[in-house]
């Protein structure tokens, strides 16, 4: 069964809109979640690491004020994208660990802004 | 610091016939290894992973992968696929050191023919 639940499947929304996406483990706790992007016809791309009860680890080139991300719980990790513009129209991914090994990915997010 | 090269963009094949996806990593450490596989619309789904011990693997959906430590390659290979088969597939590694962290390849479209 799925361990991973990735909410919403889809969004389409107006420019400036911010947009929650939600990331949750259905079958254990999980300290560290990972936000991925992948743009179309291309690879994942690691955005950010969710740590539980701490801030997220960015990696270079990502704003992480522009992407929130909040883990506040051991099953719940959210991304916030802020102030959304066309460009950043994508497929978002989360996933979570077993045994230190990032195994398990949501469906996806198709986010496209008007 | 690690890189994946998927050299084939795209793979056509009839159903039936065998299949080899090629994967070469880089890296200065021991890493692990991991095919996915992502279907239209959907998160990624693991086929199989390498962490140590026999180099021949054997996953999910009658795939297999086999590393070669000299040739730092990690190929796919599936004996007679099916239509069922066709999908975006993506190599992936991680470092002994940071298994947390994955990076990955560009990815091969695997289109099956009847």
């Known amino acids: 069964g799925a361990v991973v639940s990735q909410h919403p499947s889809r969004v389409i929304c107006k420019s400036g809109t911010s947009v929650k996406i939600e990331c949750r483990s259905l079958?254990?706790?999980?300290?560290?979640m990972f936000w991925y992007r992948q743009f179309p016809k291309q690879s994942l791309m690691l955005m950010a690491t969710?740590?539980?009860?701490?801030?997220?680890?960015?990696e270079q080139g990502v704003e992480k004020d522009k992407f929130l991300i909040n883990h506040a719980s051991l099953t719940l990790s959210t991304l916030t994208v802020t102030s959304a513009h066309p460009e950043d129209s994508s497929f978002y991914i989360c996933?979570?660990?077993?045994?230190?090994?990032?195994?398990?990915f949501g469906d996806g997010t198709r986010l496209s802004i008007l | 610091a690690q890189s994946v090269t998927q050299l084939d963009s795209q793979v056509p094949v009839f159903e039936e016939a065998p299949v080899e996806l090629r994967c070469n990593y880089s890296?200065?450490?021991?890493?692990?290894l991991f095919w996915y596989v992502q279907y239209p619309n959907q998160g990624l789904q693991l086929l199989l992973k390498?962490?140590?011990?026999?180099?021949l693997v054997k996953g999910i959906n009658g795939f297999e992968a086999e590393f070669n430590k000299s040739q730092t390659s990690f190929h796919l290979r599936k004996p007679s696929v099916h239509i069922s088969d066709t999908a975006e597939y993506f190599c992936?590694?991680?470092?002994?050191?940071?298994?947390?962290?994955?990076?990955f390849g560009t990815g091969t479209r695997l289109q099956v023919f009847p």
């Open positions: 996933s979570l660990g077993d045994s230190n090994q990032p195994q398990h």
């Open positions: 079958d254990f706790q999980a300290t560290t």
């Open positions: 969710s740590n539980e009860g701490s801030k997220a680890t960015y």
């Open positions: 890296s200065s450490v021991s890493v692990y």
């Open positions: 390498y962490l140590s011990g026999s180099t």
């Open positions: 992936a590694v991680s470092d002994l050191d940071n298994t947390d962290k994955l990076i």
